[in-house]
């Protein structure tokens, strides 16, 4: 089975151990842009707006490459959580996430831009429990640095993975790539 070497519009490590994990040819290339969310937006279509303009910065450059770009963010209580600010944010996410249920959304764009250009967004979503933290574990976990640069201040595949209770949908979605939808969208490429 042959897959199509794919251009990763990401700098996330995470993304790249997940491709290289299912030996996925890649290379990549990170993309800046606008990150800020448009007002009354919701968390599908941002995760899906985002992966879009990421794949289509990186295609711009490389336009006969197959192009990847995603977005994932945490949703509690309709409050989209990106990655903290500072210590003090990721402690309120945690906060916001301790003994209860979130969602984590992550978009999926494939851009094509030569020829005839293609393009197909979707988003994977995937239910996540958290188990109560005390406060102390709270810190101990923040202290740690882990949570800075992650949507929702927390890694599932890191020291976060003892609070996890419970996961219901795709766990590489809520590391940063539902692979298995790539795949599937690429196959019909």
């Known amino acids: 089975m042959m897959m199509e070497k794919l251009l ?30 448009v007002h009354g937006e919701r968390a599908e279509a941002a995760v899906r707006r985002l992966a879009l303009e990421k794949a289509e910065a990186a295609a711009k450059q ?10 994932t963010t945490v949703v509690v209580d309709s409050e989209i959580l990106g990655k903290p600010q500072d210590e003090r944010d990721a402690r309120r996410m945690l906060r916001l996430l301790n003994g209860r249920w979130h969602d984590v959304l992550t978009g999926v764009a494939l851009v094509r831009a030569a020829g ?13 429990r958290f188990g109560v933290m005390t406060d102390a574990e709270i810190d101990w976990y923040v202290e740690s640095g882990e949570p800075m640069d992650k949507a929702g201040a927390y890694a599932v595949q890191g020291r ?21 939808l790539v795949y599937k969208l690429a196959s019909g490429m």
């Open 160 to 180: 976060a993975a003892l609070f996890i209770e419970e996961l219901r949908g795709d766990y590489w979605n809520v590391v940063g790539l539902p692979v298995r």
């Open 8 to 37: 990763l519009a990401s700098a996330s490590p995470r993304r790249a151990e997940i491709l290289r994990a299912v030996n996925w040819p890649f290379e990549t290339l990170a993309t800046h842009i606008d990150e800020t969310l």
């Open 116 to 128: 005839e250009a293609q393009r197909v967004v979707a988003h994977e979503r995937t239910r996540v």
């Open 62 to 71: 490389f336009p006969s490459a197959l192009v990847l770009g995603a977005d």
